[in-house]
């Protein structure tokens, strides 16, 4: 007979809510990215980079700042600009300032498919979120995960 191949790990409070923390994401954000796909086709990293353009300081983010907003790698976020201005979502600006840069935005009509992916992912965040907690219980989990990002500035980035 096999022996268990289980390691006996050591679980503190910090660690069991860590796990706590990380399957309830994984498993939300599973749901709603096969949901934002089946109904408009769009993969949530791309609906994501809509989402940071839209809702930028005037509407437009360098390239640099959206690469690190994300959580993918910036050679990612390049690729997915990339694509996304071949499918006339974004397009690229030069900085009035500075010639060399650019500015990404949305266009007309990544405005129309951003709106329609938002529809449809606030719908999964209610359905899925917003429907299983209490206001108050919504407002505390917010309340706790802005404390643990506050306490986080500064730190390396990935």
């Known amino acids: 007979m096999l022996a268990s191949m289980a390691i006996e790990l050591r679980?503190?409070?910090a660690s069991a809510t860590w796990?706590?923390?990380i399957t309830a994401f994984s498993?939300?954000?599973g749901i709603l990215a096969a949901e934002m796909k089946a109904e408009t086709g769009m993969a949530m990293e791309r609906y994501g980079i809509l989402l940071m353009l839209a809702q930028a300081e005037d509407g437009a983010m360098r390239p640099s700042d959206l690469a690190e907003a994300l959580p993918i790698t910036r050679s990612g976020t390049t690729r997915l600009v990339d694509r996304l201005e071949q499918d006339g979502l974004v397009e690229r600006r030069s900085f009035e300032s500075d010639r060399r840069g650019n500015l990404i935005m949305l266009t007309g009509k990544g405005?129309?498919?951003f709106r329609q992916a938002g529809r449809v992912h606030l719908r999964g965040i209610e359905e899925h979120i917003g429907s299983r907690l209490?206001?108050?219980e919504m407002n505390?989990?917010?309340r706790l995960l802005t404390k643990l990002t506050d306490s986080?500035?500064?730190t390396p980035a990935r």
């Open 134 to 136: 209490t206001k108050d």
């Open 140 to 142: 505390e989990l917010r």
């Open 111 to 113: 405005h129309k498919i």
């Open 19 to 21: 796990r706590a923390l």
């Open 11 to 13: 679980t503190t409070e």
């Open 152 to 154: 986080s500035e500064g």
């Open 27 to 29: 498993h939300l954000e």
